[in-house]
T-cell receptor
């Protein structure tokens, strides 16, 4: 079945440093979504990428979808303590199932 | 709007007991999902329902059953709870196959 792998599992950064998490799928994806989960909370949708090579920005967050539509990345520029949480990518199977990666937990030291 | 509502929020079960986790959404979404979240494992799909009356197994369906009672409600049943089912369970819904999922607040289940 479809698998979505995400690395790294954990990342500790100093406030102001950049952060990147990477997502790879075993199959070609129709689209990829990114979610953020704050400690003790539930996942909240951030963005969806659909097109091959697509790049989208949300303030300090940059999302990329690979040319082959099998990988994606999330880059945060100049992290802040409010960025703390776990970031998940999720890909849709051709039957509509939403499969999540293992997530990357970001900790930011002030 | 309440969005996606899960009950209960916390539950402790003894091994072998049964229980049903309830989920309801008020957004008129077609698709609904049940996930479990364990440390280091991310969110793993248990069951998926594309529409009322249909269900499909996810990545980890063993030990669980589901019912899509109507368009609003999607319940998850543990017939004979095991310690390995200790986890945080999330229900989610989405309008369609290509759109964002909205999550409930989660149910923290402990099986002793």
């Amino acid at each position: 079945g479809q698998q979505v792998m995400q690395i790294p599992q954990y990342q500790h950064v100093q406030e102001g440093e950049d952060f990147t998490t990477y997502c790879n799928s075993s199959t070609t994806l129709s689209n990829i979504q990114w979610y953020k989960q704050r400690p003790g909370g539930h996942p909240v949708f951030l963005i969806q990428l659909v097109k091959s090579g697509e790049v989208k920005k949300q303030k300090r967050l940059t999302f990329q979808f690979g040319e082959a539509k099998k990988n994606s990345s999330l880059h945060i520029t100049a992290t802040q303590t409010t960025d703390v949480g776990t970031y998940f990518c999720a890909g849709r199977s051709n039957t509509g199932k939403l499969i999540f990666g293992q997530g990357t937990t970001l900790q930011v030291k002030p | 709007n309440a969005g996606v509502t899960q009950t209960p929020k916390f539950q402790v079960l003894k091994t072998g007991q049964s229980m049903t986790l309830q989920c309801a959404q008020d957004m008129n979404h077609n698709s609904m999902y049940w996930y479990r979240q364990d440390p280091g494992m991310g969110l793993r799909l248990i069951y998926y329902s594309a529409s009322e009356g249909t269900t499909d197994k996810g990545e980890v369906p063993n030990g669980y059953n589901v019912s899509r009672l109507n368009k609003r409600e999607f319940s998850l049943r543990l017939e004979s709870a095991a310690p390995s089912q200790t986890s945080v369970y999330f229900c989610a819904s989405s309008e369609g196959r290509a759109l964002e999922a909205f999550f409930g607040q989660g149910t923290r289940l402990t099986v002793v």
